[in-house]
């Protein structure tokens, strides 16, 4: 007794939508379907081209832009880690980078992921000019 009555109350609630969608929506052709279709997803598809261009292919360039300098990294070259230290290459083997810091010329050995940029001044002490 009590599956029937939710049965039907079910049936009638289906009807009930099936109703209110069919008011809803005025028969129409197949091609004036597609074009309303075609209207309700707009939003959506702009939506996702605008994504594209303001978020995606701005950070794909800067991707590939920082794998290009880590790839054309030498010796020689005076970096800045993610971490702040400035150091100028000395070694490079695969992925480790060995490189000197400071006066005493400490050589300290990094991941190549770690170099944040390729600085083109030299920086030691305020007392030096800048080359």
Request: hydrophobic share 50%; charged share 25%; proline share 2%.
């Amino acid at each position: 007794m009590k599956y029937e009555l939710m049965n039907m109350l079910a049936e009638a609630a289906a009807t009930a939508t099936d109703a209110a969608a069919a008011a809803e929506m005025p028969e129409m052709s197949t091609g004036a379907a597609i074009i309303y279709y075609a209207v309700q997803f707009l939003p959506m598809i702009l939506i996702f081209v605008i994504f594209y261009f303001m978020l995606i292919r701005p950070q794909r360039k800067k991707d590939k832009e920082a794998q290009e300098m880590l790839k054309n990294l030498k010796v020689g070259d005076r970096i800045c880690t993610i971490g702040g230290i400035y150091g100028t290459i000395v070694r490079i083997k695969d992925e480790v980078l060995t490189i000197e810091v400071g006066e005493a010329k400490s050589q300290m050995m990094i991941a190549r992921w770690a170099v944040k940029n390729v600085d083109t001044l030299s920086i030691n002490n305020d007392a030096e000019t800048l080359l």
